[in-house]
């Protein structure tokens, strides 16, 4: 077990050099800098300018030497400014980072305290009206964007209540701080706990088929053991998968939320700083989300040991 | 009883005149709550070209004079001093000499004088140790020869030859004076003004904050405590967050018209307005290569355009048709109607112009059976895409197949230095409705901005003749004959000119929208709050 905690560890860190080159060299590779954005503004380029300012910015120097450079603060803790704001990237991406969390940790909790129960229900209840109906509901979640579903709640709220839940960094009451994140948090976590569902339904669906289940039911225990101690336990394992995956895609769905209701999230900020090309920004960042990624990923199996014991690391 | 009567009526109207006068009343205090599209590069107006930083930091700032903010047309006769007290030019119309107003501090304290005056417009010629990262405003005073000071309250603009339209330009949104004691980089992040806010903090995607300066030189004002702009970015949200009350105005300039409709619906007691905001639509053809090389080609092209179809198409009818200079009644220099429907393509007769244009396009050797097959390049933003597909529809009618080149921003302006491209369609926004602004930015041979190269020489002499003309009459005359003159060149075709709308609450008082400008309107030192 230790072995493997370190061999998977080791893997972590080769993980992320290599997504720490690929994010360097695509962001370089795509057409246009933030020089060139900053001219494109203004209408015109002055190549002497223009010249200037990369070299102000770093962008002159050969792109090992950038990286290098990059890879070096970073292990310092030196994270370079923001070309845009000309403020220290740490101090941009800090202050976005709970926010993103809080919003990421509401929608995954909504999407397994939804999504797990229903999916239980609708196994054991397989063929009849009550699943057929959460059946119904599933998919519409898997087919709505959560854009078009955040913008939908937000006209509704604006036509039924007069009022909005935008984002508001001071929120006054907790009813208003939980309005601010749990709104948005349903409309990106309403996909993720159908997906939750579907998973769940399945593999609790083949689990029920088990002769294992079929020798509790004949020693006498009751349907909701058998349901939720004896098939849900073993048929979790596929839905903690499912959901360390979608922690990672989750910020894919995030900056489309974020934007919709307004939110100051590193997601949204993300795709700002990237139109802007503001390679400090999108560097940290992306490493940041690539760490996040990682590190779920690493929880997500040390989980598998800690639930299912059959799982033994080759040590 | 007809006493009585008299008294009542007389006790009546005394309480409507009362109630009236207290309605008028500017009340201080409140936030005024704004919705900023999109969050600017920085903060620096002088760094900027789009009214993104206009608007929320020209409340910070004041110029030597400025465009008086409740005429919406600006124009000379509406230019007001603002730092400066009173202005005057020499008898030779070469300088322009400002007496400056004694009682003002900037923001931090220090006072301010006409060295801060000297050094913001030696920093824009080019002329000062401290450099602006970028300065696309450079080319407005390039006939300015010097900057010069006379102890701290008098500065003059030494001119290499007349120059009447340097007065507009500097009263413009763009032309704040800065301090010379707080450097390029310090303005971009945390600038200071004299003028009736302070800026408090800018959160890149998220917010402005600008709070009242207690010591603006303009004693009263300003009415409101402070202004709010929160950056949302996605359009459907920020009208929603308007209508739900959210914010007291939208964001100026920024309702379309088919938006506009959704917002009086929804809230039919915002008070809109729909104003020109001279910023044309437009053709950049490069005529530095096949096929439009070919001059026939270039005026079938221009003789293909329906240009009204556009407007119903994009505005549902409110838009204008015009040349360079933006369409009257708004617009000041713009060429009578009778002059314009004269220049080939503005005729009425649509079938008739595009006849012609076949003919033309035959003579290049196309026809039905030999399309000429093009791409027309253009920006990855609606406003530029929506016209593109329509200019793409039109010409189909004169034998040419286009095809939808759409370009990244970032990728857009260095694909058009390049010229690498045949056909694109472009938006040009005029910060001032001044021709000097307008001919020698985009057609001067040489100028950065002058994107397809055209150059003219006997045109640029007629640039040259109307800015030096003082008379007014006599020069409206020049700068129709230049308009008219470009057109015929199909130097850059313009398509139509747009008409934006912003709404506000009816509790938001003293707001005005210009017409013939997006950049000049956003000082908001006597808006205030109804509540």
């Known amino acids: ?315 | 009883m007809r006493s009585v009567q008299a008294l009542a009526v007389a006790v009546l109207s005394v309480l409507i005149i009362s109630d009236v006068s207290r309605a008028a009343e500017p009340k201080p205090g409140g936030i005024f709550r704004i919705y900023h599209r999109d969050s600017p590069g920085s903060a620096s107006i002088h760094e900027g070209a789009t009214y993104s930083l206009n608007v929320p930091f020209m409340p910070i700032f004041n110029n030597l004079v400025i465009f008086d903010q409740h005429i919406a047309q600006n124009s000379a006769s509406t230019i007001r001093p603002e730092l400066a007290e009173s202005w005057a030019w020499s008898g030779d119309n070469k300088t322009l000499t400002f007496k400056l107003r004694k009682d003002v501090k900037w923001h931090d304290g220090k006072p301010f004088t006409a060295a801060d005056v000297k050094c913001t417009f030696d920093m824009l010629m080019g002329k000062s140790q401290q450099k602006f990262r970028q300065n696309p405003r450079k080319s407005w005073y390039e006939q300015v020869e010097e900057v010069t000071t006379n102890g701290d309250y008098e500065a003059s603009f030494k001119l290499k030859r007349p120059q009447p339209a340097l007065l507009s330009l500097l009263a413009s949104g763009y032309s704040p004076v800065y301090p010379c004691h707080v450097s390029p980089a310090e303005m971009r992040t945390k600038p200071v003004g004299t003028g009736p806010f302070k800026f408090v903090e800018f959160k890149a995607n998220e917010s402005i904050k600008l709070t009242k300066n207690p010591d603006y030189f303009k004693k009263g004002l300003p009415y409101l405590d402070g202004i709010e702009f929160t950056i949302i970015p996605n359009r459907s949200t920020a009208i929603l967050g308007f209508v739900s009350g959210k914010f007291d105005m939208t964001f100026p300039t920024e309702v379309s018209i088919p938006l506009l409709k959704d917002v009086k619906s929804q809230a039919p007691n915002a008070v809109c307005v729909v104003e020109p905001n001279n910023v044309s639509t437009n053709i950049i053809i490069n005529s530095t290569a096949p096929p439009f090389d070919n001059l026939d080609i270039r005026r079938a092209l221009a003789l293909a355009l329906d240009r009204k179809a556009f407007i119903q198409i994009m505005f549902e009818g409110q838009g204008d048709i015009g040349g360079t200079m933006e369409p009257a009644p708004d617009g000041l220099w713009a060429m009578p109607k009778d002059m314009l429907e004269q220049i080939p393509g503005y005729g009425p007769d649509i079938e008739k112009n595009r006849e012609e244009a076949r003919k033309l396009m035959q003579k290049a050797g196309y026809g039905p059976d030999k399309h000429l097959q093009i791409k027309v390049s253009t920006r990855n933003i609606a406003v530029y895409r929506d016209p593109a597909i329509i200019l793409i529809d039109q010409i189909k009618s004169i034998y040419i197949d286009a095809e939808l080149d759409v370009v990244d921003t970032a990728q857009w302006f260095p694909k058009i230095a390049r010229k690498d491209y045949s056909l694109g369609l472009n938006l040009t926004g005029n910060a001032v409705d001044e021709p000097d602004q307008s001919f020698y930015e985009n057609y001067a041979c040489g100028s950065e901005r002058n994107y397809t190269n055209y150059c003219n020489k006997e045109i640029e002499k007629l640039f040259d003749q109307q800015s030096e003309e003082t008379n007014v009459d006599k020069r409206k005359k020049l700068v129709w004959e230049i308009d008219k003159k470009l057109q015929e060149d199909v130097a850059r075709p313009i398509i139509f000119h747009a008409r934006t709308g912003t709404c506000w609450q009816p509790y938001v008082k003293n707001v005005t929208i210009m017409s013939n400008s997006s950049y000049n309107g956003y000082r908001y030192e006597d808006v205030w709050l109804d509540k």
Request: aromatic share 10%.
């Open chain 1, 1 to 315: 077990m230790f072995a493997y905690i370190v061999r998977r560890l080791f893997l972590m860190l080769v993980t992320l050099f290599g997504i720490s080159v690929i994010i360097f060299v695509l962001l370089r590779v795509v057409p246009g800098n933030i020089v060139d954005i900053l001219f494109d503004a203004a209408g015109f380029v002055d190549p002497a300018d223009k010249a200037n300012l990369e070299r102000e910015l770093g962008l002159s120097q050969p792109i090992v030497i950038q990286y290098l450079h990059w890879i070096g603060g970073l292990l310092h803790g030196d994270l370079g400014y923001s070309y845009v704001s000309e403020k220290p990237a740490l101090e941009e991406i800090l202050p976005r980072i709970p926010i993103t969390a809080r919003l990421a940790g509401l929608a995954l909790l909504f999407s397994a305290s939804i999504g797990i129960p229903l999916g239980v229900i609708s196994a054991v209840h397989q063929g009849s009206r009550l699943d057929y109906a959460l059946r119904v509901v599933s998919l519409s979640g898997l087919s709505l964007p959560s854009f078009w579903l955040g913008l939908l709640i937000l006209m509704a709220s604006v036509s039924l209540f007069g009022t909005m839940p935008i984002f508001n960094p001071n929120p006054k009451t907790w009813l208003e701080a939980l309005t601010i994140y749990a709104v948005p948090a349903m409309a990106v976590g309403f996909r993720s706990a159908a997906l939750t569902m579907r998973i769940t339904r399945s593999s609790m669906l083949e689990i029920l088929r088990q002769d294992y289940i079929r020798t509790a039911r004949a020693k006498g225990a009751s349907e909701a053991s058998v349901n939720y101690h004896h098939a849900l336990k073993n048929a979790v394992l596929p839905v903690i998968t499912v959901i360390g995956i979608e922690a990672a895609f989750l910020i894919g769905g995030l900056i489309v939320t974020e934007t919709v209701f307004n939110i100051p999230g590193i997601a949204r900020f993300l795709v700002e700083a990237l139109r802007w090309r503001d390679y400090p920004i999108v560097q940290n960042l992306v490493m940041f989300i690539a760490v996040v990624v990682v590190v779920v990923n690493f929880i997500v199996d040390m989980l598998y040991a800690a639930i299912d014991p059959r799982i033994r690391f080759g040590d």
